[in-house]
């Protein structure tokens, strides 16, 4: 079975793809990101020829997926792209500029070490 998957910004998309299980025939498409988010679509064709489909929608997160019958709401990207850059956050940059070294009480003195 290939399942094709792109990602990009912290999302993965998953392109539709078909396989048959204990009759069924399953049709799933949709996201899911490194956070945790779901964003999936599934049909579930009913036996014996797969005519009469399920459609289900799961969203949520991977420990706590909300799974709906039927198509639901027209979101296709529920899960919001996340972009990195190398710009802290000002109260992180504070946080760390008011920071102070302590030294622990039994760690030994290092032959060299600038006071």
Do not use: C, W
Not at 24 to 43: A, E, H, T, V
Not at 53 to 75: A, L, S
Not at 99 to 111: R, V
């Amino acid at each position: 079975m290939d399942i094709e998957t792109t990602i990009k910004n912290n999302i993965i998309t998953i392109e539709p793809f078909r396989f048959r299980a204990a009759g069924f025939r399953l049709k799933i498409s949709g996201q899911s990101s490194f956070d945790g988010n779901l964003n999936m679509k599934i049909r579930l064709g009913l036996p014996p020829l797969g005519l009469f489909g399920i459609p289900i929608k799961v969203t949520g997160t991977q420990t706590m997926p909300r799974i709906r019958f039927g198509k639901g709401g027209g979101e296709d990207d529920i899960i919001p792209e996340t972009e990195y850059t190398d710009h802290l956050p000002d109260d992180v940059a504070k946080m760390i500029k008011n920071a102070k070294e302590e030294k622990l009480e039994d760690a030994p003195e290092i032959p060299g070490e600038i006071k």
